[in-house]
């Protein structure tokens, strides 16, 4: 059963559920699309960003049952480049979407530390527990295994600390919270060899991920120091770490904030990240992109809408239109 908040918090998405849906009817739209010569891929843009991801699934059942193909595998068949991967990240469920980024960012030529960072500071505990069920059941592989073989340093121990979410079920206490400063002083100042003293205190803050909590550890932070959290991790530390750390802060402060700058960077100077574009505007289209869309217009001086309509093309850019749901000008 949804939360109360998991509800509100859903209807911040630009996405919603089609009404008068019929599954049957949006499978025969589709199967016209890509029979016989050329595809119309306009029909299949507006029919998909018009559908909640709950729907998708079962047009994509009902596709099977109508017509004994995969339907992903058709449009696949059907589409190229960079709005093949939008229309396929589209027809993915959230979960399952967030597992294959992960495992492609671990296992791909390098690791992307940056899908990483992305997914682990921003998901609920609730979803990382999700997160790591679907990798197990998926690749019959430990995704904290996985990780800890590709990373190292101070990241990989954060990001563990980060996928052990349901070792902690204790509320924070003030006393954490001391133990917390002296852990980030101790920190700064030995760097590498010191490590481990309060480690366990900072699992549990940064574990709870109690964003309540969080914001008063960076107010008597920034009384008991005249530094912003951020500005202390950026003088303090660098690299993988300091995304991380950064990437935590922020999303404590306002995930959509979080992913407002993250979309503002991936297309800002030359050429655009698609990767990740594509990722955030999917993975938060039914959650909190009508959010992201006011932080980025109130942080950035230009909409979302303008930065997407100048940055991309073709269908590519109709569907991110699409999925953005409006112009903030």
Wanted: hydrophobic share 40%; net charge negative; with cysteine.
């Amino acid at each position: 059963p949804l939360s109360v908040s998991s509800m509100l918090q859903a209807s911040r998405g630009t996405v919603k559920a089609g009404t008068n849906f019929n599954a049957g009817a949006d499978a025969e739209v589709l199967h016209k699309a890509m029979k016989g010569l050329g595809t119309d891929e306009d029909a299949i843009l507006q029919l998909l960003t018009a559908r909640s991801n709950a729907q998708r699934q079962g047009i994509k059942d009902t596709y099977k049952t109508l017509f004994g193909k995969d339907l992903i595998d058709d449009l696949k068949g059907e589409l190229g480049g960079k709005f093949e991967s939008l229309i396929v990240a589209l027809m993915t469920p959230p979960i399952a979407y967030d597992v294959t980024c992960l495992r492609n960012a671990i296992k791909g030529a390098g690791t992307d530390e940056k899908v990483l960072v992305e997914i682990l500071a921003s998901r609920t505990p609730q979803q990382v527990k999700d997160i790591i069920a679907a990798y197990r059941q998926e690749y019959d592989d430990d995704l904290e295994e996985d990780v800890c073989g590709d990373t190292s340093g101070h990241f990989k121990r954060l990001l563990v600390i980060l996928l052990q979410v349901n070792m902690i079920f204790s509320s924070l206490s003030v006393y954490i919270e001391l133990v917390f400063f002296l852990w980030l002083q101790a920190l700064f100042k030995a760097g590498e060899q010191k490590y481990g003293t309060d480690e366990q205190s900072f699992v549990t803050i940064l574990g709870n991920r109690s964003a309540e909590h969080l914001r008063k550890v960076f107010d008597a932070y920034m009384k008991m120091t005249g530094y912003e959290m951020e500005e202390s991790i950026q003088r303090e530390t660098s690299g993988n770490l300091s995304a991380l750390l950064l990437a935590v802060v922020k999303c404590a402060r306002s995930v959509p904030a979080y992913f407002a700058e993250t979309l503002y960077y991936a297309m800002k100077g030359a050429g655009t990240d698609d990767d990740t574009l594509i990722r955030v505007m999917v993975s938060r289209s039914e959650v909190d992109l009508l959010d992201i869309r006011s932080h980025f217009r109130r942080l950035f001086a230009c909409s979302l809408h303008s930065m997407i309509r100048g940055d991309t093309g073709g269908d590519y850019r109709k569907a991110l239109l699409l999925l953005c749901g409006g112009d903030d000008a």
